[in-house]
């Protein structure tokens, strides 16, 4: 154990000089910051993860990586880019240990002045706040209304427990930076779906019919797991809301 840690501390090390010593940028380095943290032990793993995600911070500052195709880090991280190439997304497993999945996700996007911001999407503290942010992004849609884009996220995550959920946020570019809007869901500013893990949810969106959908399952509170029994529930998109369906 305790080679296998200092192995992976000369390799970090090494790595990181090879890095400040290409002024150009280039994701080989990152990425092999990623598939080291895939290949220990869950032990290694959680006192390397904060390590690699504050490398991963300076990746995103650095205005060069909004424009490259990530090929090599795709191995590894989640990377979506919406249609209009205003807004790209990072998703990952911080492995954690254990049956909840800690997912860590950040977006860097282009304001209006054409500057390249970045910034982080999951609180980065969900077992104080309870509030599902730690998902891997899977999809984004810019939806274009009345001279202003909105920008909707559709995630997916678990706790663990034999229990999933998927997670619909929508967010626009603006001065104050990527902004979530509180109120979108008919006064909500998620929609969130759960279904036990043998069970799809299939969150998805139809920008042709402004339609977002998703299999809805009860909860059983008695038993803690959801029923098997689904049905198709439907939100529309109308001018600056998404409106529930009957």
């Known amino acids: 154990m305790i080679r296998t840690i200092l192995t992976t501390a000369l390799l970090l090390v090494l790595s990181n000089v090879t890095h400040t010593q290409n002024n150009d940028f280039d994701d080989t380095f990152i990425t092999e910051n990623f598939k080291l943290l895939n290949t220990v032990d869950t032990e290694l793993a959680i006192c390397m993860s904060p390590i690699i995600e504050g490398r991963m911070k300076l990746k995103l500052k650095d205005t060069t990586s909004f424009y490259s195709p990530m090929k ?8 979506k880019l919406s249609e209009d190439s205003l807004v790209k997304t990072y998703s990952w497993d911080r492995i954690n240990g254990g049956s909840w999945h800690d997912m ?3 977006v860097q996007f282009k304001n ?3 500057q390249i911001k970045y910034q982080q999407l999951d609180s980065g503290d969900e077992y104080m706040t309870g509030e599902p942010t730690c998902v891997i992004i899977y999809d984004i ?3 274009k209304s009345k001279n202003k884009t909105y920008y909707l996220m559709l995630g997916w995550g678990t706790y663990g427990g034999g229990l999933h959920h998927c997670l619909a946020r929508v967010y626009q570019i603006t001065t104050d ?7 979108i869901f008919q006064g909500d500013k998620y929609l ?3 279904a036990n893990r043998v069970n799809k949810i299939n969150l998805k969106y139809n920008s042709e ?3 977002l959908s998703y299999f809805h399952y009860e909860y059983d509170e008695d038993n803690g797991f959801y029923n098997g029994e689904s049905k198709v529930e439907t939100w529309l998109f109308d001018t600056d809301k998404f ?4």
């Open 112 to 114: 209006s002045s054409g």
């Open 72 to 79: 090599k880090l795709s191995k590894y991280v989640t990377i």
């Open 177 to 183: 930076g990527f902004v979530q809007y509180e109120t």
């Open 243 to 246: 409106i529930k369906q009957d």
């Open 209 to 211: 019919l402004g339609e």
């Open 192 to 194: 969130l779906a759960g």
């Open 104 to 106: 860590a996700s950040y």
């Open 141 to 143: 849609h810019a939806i």
